[in-house]
Each structure stands twice: as C-alpha cells, then as structure tokens.
C-alpha cells in the first residue's frame, strides 16, 4: 500500500468533497490522453490525497494515485485499508475520485471496470483512464477544510425540536460539510433555516442549508461516520461577505503552514 496508508498524520482526514451539484463544468474537462495522464502523473509524484466514492456516493475512502501510464492509458491507484470496503469497490459500477491538491478541483468517473493486481510487490487497484476529467480552478466554488483541533459548529434546530452541535468539515461560498452527531432523521432535500455558525473574529452567520448529500464515510481505523454535504439557499450578500473574507484567512492560514 502506498505511505498514505499507514502514515498517522493521515489518521482522521475527511474525503475531499465533491464540486457542487448545478456547477457548469463543461468548460473545465480534460478529454485527450495527455492532458489526463499529466493530471494523474502530478497527483501521484505530489503524493496528493485522493478521494474514492461509489455506491451511489453511499461509501468512500482516501486513497492515493501511485502510477499512471499515458501510452497505455491505465492507472494505478491505493486500496483501502478496510477489506470489505475493496471488494465492494471491486463490484461497484460508477465510481468518482476527487481531489484538491493546492485548492484546484480535480474529478473523474469510472465505469467500473477496477481490477486488483500487484504493484511494486504491493496490492493495488488498476484502472483506464476516465473519459474525461474536470480540473476546475474557479475560486467560488472551493471547498476548504475547516480547523479540526478547534472545528466549527453549525447549530441545527431540528424538527423534532432538538438542536444539533454538528462539526464542519469544509466550507466554502456555495456550502459546507457536516459531520453527523448521533442518531437523527436527516434526509436529503431537507431543508433547515436559521442555522448560526461561529465564525469566531469575524462573527455570527445564519444561514439556511439543504441538504445535497448523506453518505457513510470509513476512516482509516476501520470507524463509519456519516457526513452531510449541504448547499446555502438564499444567502444574504452580507452573510457572503462575511463567508468570503473567513474562505480567504482559512487559505492565508494554509499556505503560512506551507511555507513552514
């Protein structure tokens, strides 16, 4: 397996979410061989974390490109730790990576079509290339990680009149991922004003959210959590605003840790 696997700063990461429903990529996507086997190449020389969904975006994992060989148009990618997890991806029929590397979006879909074999005295899936690949740059559509030592809260008021303390995982001007606490009714669609976020310096948000997504997510250890992806509805200029300059301290903050 590649380092990714068995390294503990690893331990924890969340899946890279995907590029919001409704977002006009056409423009964006990769189709020739080369410009996808430079993609593929770059991530796996960086070592960048890649995300793995399927079953209808249900299951995911991180993973990590390891090879990939443009003449052929084949690549190779990490398992997962989890070996349940590899034989069901091993069946699955529609499977979407992602990654962020240096807040560029990068996504593809496969057809299936995985197969398992031995790389470099290791396991490792083997796939062709994907049709095609989206790299989108565009900043308003970035999702960033939020803190995890401190993480935010978003306060959800529940129908059944309970409210809800659930940890962000990333934001951005569009939306937000929220890990789920406990065992309540959230479906997708549902919709949920008068949600506040404290986003300490600069303030107070409240927003409303719908929810885009719910799916389990395995961690390294083995652990499911599940993970809600939510988009804003009707957010105020204001509140954007305020979005916006908390998005661009979060990037200051990253590429300050970069360079150290």
């Known amino acids: 397996m590649a380092e990714a696997e068995n390294n503990p700063s690893q ?50 994992f991180l993973s990590a490109i390891l090879e990939c060989d443009t003449k052929q148009q084949r690549f ?52 062709a290339f994907p049709n095609d690949l989206i790299k989108l740059q565009r900043r308003e559509y970035f999702r960033l990680d939020t803190p995890i030592g401190k993480p935010l809260l978003c306060k959800l008021r529940h129908p059944n009149g309970r409210v809800l303390d659930l940890p962000l995982h990333d934001i951005s001007i569009g939306g937000m991922g929220l890990w789920m606490q406990g065992q309540v009714e959230v479906e997708q669609l549902d ?28 961690k390294r250890d083995g652990t499911v959590q599940t993970m809600l992806g939510t988009r804003f509805v009707d957010l105020p200029r204001q509140t954007e605003n305020l979005l916006q300059r908390y998005i661009a301290q979060l990037e200051r903050e990253r590429h300050q840790l970069l360079r150290n």
């Not at 034989?87 to 807040?103: K, N, W």
């Not at 879909?109 to 005295?121: K, P, T």
């Not at 310096?201 to 409303?208: A, I, K, Q």
Request: proline content about 5%; glycine content about 10%; overall charge negative.
């Open 191 to 218: 919709v949920f004003p008068g949600c506040r976020v404290d986003l300490g310096t600069f303030g107070m948000v409240e927003l409303t959210i719908e929810i885009r997504s719910k799916r389990q997510v395995t």
């Open 76 to 127: 190779w990618f990490d398992i997962c730790g989890v070996e349940a997890i590899n034989r069901s991806l091993l069946r699955a029929d529609h499977i979407v990576f992602a990654a962020a590397p240096e807040g560029v979006r990068i996504q593809f879909v496969l057809d299936g079509g995985i197969s398992l074999v031995d790389y470099d005295e290791r396991p490792a899936f083997e796939a």
């Open 11 to 60: 331990e924890g990461k969340a899946p890279v979410a995907l590029i919001p429903e409704g977002v006009d990529v056409s423009s964006f996507l990769l189709r020739t061989p080369v410009e996808i086997g430079f993609v593929l190449r770059s991530l796996a020389q960086k070592g960048d974390l890649v995300s793995v969904y399927f079953d209808h975006g249900q299951f995911s």
